[in-house]
T-cell receptor, first 113, second 111 residues
Framework: NAGVTQTPKFQVLKTGQSMTLQCAQDMNHNSMYWYRQDPGMGLRLIYYSASEGTTDKGEVPNGYNVSRLNKREFSLRLESAAPSQTSVYFC????????????FGQGTRLTVV | QKEVEQDPGPLSVPEGAIVSLNCTYSNSAFQYFMWYRQYSRKGPELLMYTYSSGNKEDGRFTAQVDKSSKYISLFIRDSQPSDSATYLCAMTITGANNLFFGTGTRLTVIP
């Protein structure tokens, strides 16, 4: 049982480049989330998807877009990367909306130079 | 003021010690409380989940919620070196679309 799988694990981008972070879960969860984790800031919600076909902004959505491709997959896109987007990104999923008992992926370490 | 406050530590204890980790919060509407463990360069792993007030025990771990004081705790008994990690508290309310996280406490258990 893989749980929540994120790709890639590491990425270095130049300022202005774009990329998509992929996330897939095999637990048949309805809700999926993208968080970023920065030192001293904790985990902050970027976007979430309460169910297939819906997406909504979280606390820090600027500079990001998301796609809920199907029930399993939820991708995060950086259209024009900035150094402020250097962070560790986590995808999570939960059976219920709100994130209670959420399961997290292993993270993507992104550096924007 | 952050909604959830957590002392970042670091906290170092000898093997076998009882560890107490704590979070305070400002939103009295929070009803669901979680503790996550995060090993270095890994994703957070759900450790304990509690609804409303009271205690919950799972092996060496006890989660405690005091809603009147807006204070939650995680106790680790007979701590082991494998418990060395960052512990994150998280909480939310019914109908919310988000978990509110503390910044995490880094714990080291010394053999």
């Amino acid at each position: 049982n893989a749980g929540v799988t994120q790709t890639p694990k590491f990425q270095v981008l130049k300022t202005g480049q774009s990329m998509t972070l992929q996330c897939a879960q095999d637990m048949n969860h309805n809700s999926m989330y993208w968080y970023r984790q920065d030192p001293g800031m904790g985990l902050r919600l970027i976007y979430y998807s309460a169910s297939e076909g819906t997406t909504d902004k979280g606390e820090v959505p600027n500079g990001y877009n998301v796609s809920r491709l199907n029930k399993r997959e939820f991708s995060l896109r950086l259209e024009s990367a900035a150094p402020s987007q250097t962070s560790v990104y986590f995808c999570a999923s939960s059976e219920r909306a709100g994130g209670t008992e959420a399961f997290f992926g292993q993270g993507t370490r992104l550096t924007v130079v | 003021q952050k909604e959830v406050e957590q002392d970042p530590g670091p906290l170092s204890v000898p093997e076998g010690a009882i560890v107490s980790l704590n979070c305070t919060y400002s939103n009295s509407a929070f009803q669901y409380f979680m503790w996550y463990r995060q090993y270095s360069r890994k994703g957070p792993e759900l450790l304990m989940y509690t609804y409303s007030s009271g205690n919950k025990e799972d092996g060496r771990f006890t989660a405690q919620v005091d809603k009147s004081s807006k204070y939650i705790s995680l106790f680790i008994r007979d701590s082991q070196p494998s418990d060395s990690a960052t512990y994150l508290c998280a909480m939310t309310i019914t109908g919310a679309n988000n978990l509110f996280f503390g910044t995490g406490t880094r714990l080291t258990v010394i053999p």
